[in-house]
């Protein structure tokens, strides 16, 4: 049975960071071979992508995230960080980490990833 479980939320003041961490355990195949990424939902909005990070390591970043946040992946250890930097109000939300067999190189698309965690949660007040 997959099982991805994030941990690292918490409350942080705007300019704070935080890192988020997801292990994934269970997933058949090799983990090298799998793409990874993070998501967030925020009251009253859709899930949304964040970052995604391929086999080779090829990230793709939303617009609003770019500069101030980091994926990157462990596959010795199975487990998927999010790093994030210059935090606003705009960030709050619930995170979630996602696995699927392959990235999309045009979009990180919530529909595209077959397992996720249950989420951690990140708010940032002003």
């Known amino acids: 049975q997959v099982r991805l479980v994030e941990s690292g939320g918490g409350s942080v003041q705007t300019g704070g960071s935080l890192r988020l961490s997801c292990v994934i355990s269970?997933?058949?195949?090799?983990?090298?071979?799998?793409?990874m990424g993070w998501f967030r939902q925020r009251p009253g909005n859709e899930r949304e992508g964040v970052a995604q990070i391929s086999s080779l390591r090829t990230t793709l970043y939303i617009d609003s995230v770019k500069e101030r946040f980091a994926i990157s992946r462990d596959n010795v250890d199975n487990t998927l960080y999010l790093q994030m930097h210059s935090l606003t109000p705009d960030d709050t939300a619930m995170y979630y980490c996602?696995?699927?067999?392959?990235?999309?190189?045009?979009?990180?698309?919530?529909?595209?990833?077959?397992?996720w965690g249950q989420g951690t949660q990140v708010t940032v007040s002003s």
């Open positions: 269970g997933y058949g195949g090799n983990p090298n071979e799998y793409c």
């Open positions: 996602a696995v699927n067999i392959a990235c999309s190189s045009i979009g990180i698309y919530p529909a595209d990833f077959t397992y």
